[in-house]
């Protein structure tokens, strides 16, 4: 929060500069005075940010901190180093994953739309879309018009081919 706030500190430093960035001692550090000032009254001494990156795209940081001045060494720059790699790649293929469910969903109710504009200005909705839009448009059909068979629909559906078959109650 401090460094949004003053829009400078190691997080800041390391998601947009440097891959590693290390503070030993936030009380005489010089690189982000107001963040530096702030944080060493809360009690933090030492500081060490990690970009999270991959080969194409930068995640943010991560950050470690600690109450003792000079907590952090070479050492801990190294195993840092590897979580921070891991952490990125987890990151990246999360957001990935999401904006894929995300494409498909829009997809599917594009296709939801166009079956139901088909059926409500009278023309026969397409049959090469997929299952669960089908499945929609039949649905939406059996509301729109209580009356007709659901197995005579199907059979509208599908151009005549017996491969849905219902039983209504």
Same mark, same amino acid.
Request: charged share 20%.
């Given at each position: 929060?401090?460094?949004?706030?003053? !829009?400078? /500190?190691?997080?800041?430093?390391?998601?947009?500069?440097?891959?590693? @960035?290390?503070?030993?001692?936030?009380? $005489?550090?010089?690189?982000? +005075?107001?963040? #530096?000032?702030?944080?060493?009254?809360?009690? @933090?001494? =030492?500081?060490? #940010?990690?970009?999270?990156? *991959? !080969?194409?795209? $930068?995640? /943010?940081?991560?950050?470690?901190?600690?109450?003792? +001045? /000079?907590?952090?060494?070479?050492?801990?720059? $190294?195993?840092?180093? @590897?979580?921070?790699?891991?952490?990125?790649?987890?990151?990246?293929? =999360?957001?990935?994953?999401?904006?894929?469910? =995300?494409?498909? !969903?829009?997809?599917?109710?594009? /296709?939801?739309?166009?079956?139901?504009?088909?059926?409500?200005?009278?023309?026969? +909705?397409?049959?090469?879309?997929?299952?669960? *839009?089908?499945?929609?448009?039949?649905? !939406?059909? @059996?509301?729109?018009? +209580?009356?007709?068979?659901?197995?005579?629909? *199907?059979?509208?559906? *599908?151009?005549?081919?017996?491969?849905?078959?219902?039983?209504?109650?």
């Amino acid at each position: 929060e401090l460094q949004m706030r003053y !829009s400078e /500190g190691p997080c800041v430093e390391a998601a947009v500069d440097e891959l590693i @960035v290390r503070s030993d001692d936030l009380r $005489t550090e010089r690189r982000w +005075p107001m963040y #530096s000032a702030a944080a060493a009254a809360l009690g @933090v001494r =030492s500081a060490l #940010s990690f970009k999270l990156y *991959t !080969s194409s795209q $930068t995640a /943010g940081a991560l950050n470690l901190f600690a109450l003792e +001045p /000079g907590a952090f060494d070479a050492e801990a720059e $190294t195993i840092g180093a @590897v979580l921070a790699a891991h952490a990125a790649a987890a990151i990246i293929a =999360s957001r990935q994953s999401e904006q894929l469910e =995300s494409a498909l !969903s829009t997809r599917d109710r594009i /296709g939801q739309a166009k079956g139901i504009i088909k059926l409500s200005i009278g023309e026969k +909705p397409s049959v090469s879309g997929d299952l669960g *839009t089908m499945k929609f448009q039949l649905q !939406s059909a @059996v509301k729109i018009d +209580p009356q007709r068979e659901l197995f005579a629909f *199907t059979r509208w559906v *599908t151009g005549g081919a017996s491969v849905l078959r219902c039983v209504c109650h």
